[in-house]
T-cell receptor, first 116, second 113 residues
């Protein structure tokens, strides 16, 4: 499996500001995804980070609020823009490392975001 | 549309008891994959198992076993002789295509010493 590093591991931000979260993988991976886990809740898929093209967003998530970059096969960023307290969550980067379809996801340790 | 239901929000058992976590899924696809993940108090997500829709064989891995039944759209997870270290939130998940995985709401398992 891949080693996935997320930075920062946690942050406290003021409303109206933006935070960029970085995800670095120690090997080239096929797919990269960003999930959100609100306090005490399950994981919700925000978007699929596509290498060299625009991310594919899930219903309820838009590029203006959550811009994503993926410049290569080992790195991606997620920005949480114009934050409000409702954005307080854990944000998780995940990857699939196998070439087969529907491979298991492996997760980074997440970024715990608190918006005040 | 795909959906995963984990009806048990929270379960508490005494150490060494067996415990089964239920998972029911909905999908229109004939090809799909099911997963279980563990999230201990430290927060990281740990992949436990993947099962594809064409393989209904039950699987056992140490104290863990999984019962996949397409007839009832269920993929239940049993821990035998539970231990305190098994305390965690367990998520069942489903993937239809594009490697997109949808998670259930999770079951919080407390193993009491």
């Amino acid at each position: 499996s891949a080693v996935i590093s997320q930075k920062p591991s946690r942050d406290i931000c003021q409303r109206g500001t933006s935070l960029t979260i970085q995800c670095q993988v120690d090997s080239q991976v096929t797919m990269m995804f960003w999930y959100r886990q609100q306090p005490g809740q399950s994981l919700t898929l925000i978007a699929t980070a596509n290498q060299g093209s625009e991310a594919t967003y899930e219903s309820g998530f838009v590029i203006d609020k959550f811009p994503i970059s993926r410049p290569n096969l080992t790195f991606s960023t997620l920005t949480v823009s114009n934050m409000s307290p409702e954005d307080s969550s854990i944000y998780l980067c995940s990857v699939t490392v196998s070439t087969g379809t529907n491979s298991p996801l492996h997760f980074g340790n997440g970024t715990r975001l608190t918006v005040t | 549309a795909q959906k995963v239901t984990q009806a048990q929000t929270e379960i508490s058992v005494v150490e060494k008891e067996d415990v089964t976590l239920d998972c029911v899924y909905e999908t229109r696809d004939t090809t799909y994959y099911l997963f279980w993940y563990k999230q201990p108090p430290s927060g990281e997500l740990v992949f436990l198992i993947r099962r594809n829709s064409f393989d209904e064989q039950n699987e056992i891995s140490g104290r863990y076993s999984w019962n996949f039944q397409k007839s009832t759209s269920s993929f239940n997870f049993t821990i035998t002789a539970s231990q305190v270290v098994d305390s965690a939130v367990y998520f069942c998940a489903l993937s239809e295509a594009r490697d997109k995985i949808i998670f259930g709401k999770g079951t919080r398992l407390h193993i009491l010493p």
